[in-house]
């Protein structure tokens, strides 16, 4: 980066002969003129900014907005790992007790992870805007993924980010595939769950 001149009067660069102020860090809107009497830095060389970086050299992708993903879409999976015939011999319950208390636990799982996601949001759009990428989209809308899905934030957020730097769809396609699958995944373990929960609660002495 440049080092940046202090603040004074300057030689505009886009008005010869007239000065214009410079702050430390930008310039003011009006110029004048100089005066001959008094000696001014209108010599000088006008102070450089760094210009920012092309579009083009903006790295769209960032760690957290994958992690933002996986946690989103493990609610879809995290059944697989609760069998409804184990659930019911859970030892001081009925069967019925105790498949209970596993989707009671599923569920509060399933939260953690949603909440966890949207803290990854929030820590996406942080490193965005580090990066030089304006105004990104808005990570609250990570929120709806306790009521819907992350899928709002996850398109909302690569539209902008392929708008600035031409590149960014990659989280959606990811998001995408990972969502359909899990829905694919959720659907036969619903179908397997209550056919052996219908089974243990029907069977049980």
């Known amino acids: 980066m440049t080092r940046q001149a202090p603040a ?14 410079w702050d430390g860090s930008d310039w003011a809107t009006d110029t ?9 830095p209108a010599a000088a060389p006008a102070p450089q900014v760094p210009s920012p970086a092309p579009a083009s050299r903006l ?15 493990l609610p879809l999976y995290t059944g697989v790992f609760f069998d409804a015939a184990s659930l019911a ?16 636990l599923l569920v509060a799982v399933d939260l953690v992870l ?8 929030w820590l996406d759009r942080r490193a965005l805007r580090r990066r030089g990428i304006d105004a990104p989209f808005a990570w609250g809308w990570a929120a709806l993924a306790f009521v819907a899905t992350l ?14 730097t031409g590149r960014g769809l990659a989280p959606l396609w990811g998001w995408l595939a990972a ?18 929960a219908w089974t243990a609660v029907t069977t049980a002495r």
């Open 8 to 21: 004074g009067w300057y030689a505009d660069p886009g008005e010869p002969g007239q000065l214009r102020w």
């Open 32 to 40: 004048v003129a100089p005066q001959n009497a008094a000696p001014t």
């Open 59 to 73: 790295r769209p992708g960032t760690v957290w907005i994958w992690l933002a993903i996986v946690a989103s879409v």
């Open 89 to 104: 011999r859970i030892d001081g319950l009925t069967p019925s007790g105790g498949i209970a208390a596993g989707l009671v």
């Open 114 to 121: 949603v909440a966890i996601a949207v803290l990854f949001a």
């Open 151 to 164: 899928g709002v934030y996850v398109v909302g957020r690569s539209v902008v980010v392929r708008r600035r």
């Open 179 to 196: 969502t359909l699958l899990g829905l694919v995944v959720f659907a036969a373990w619903v179908t397997v769950f209550s056919d052996a």
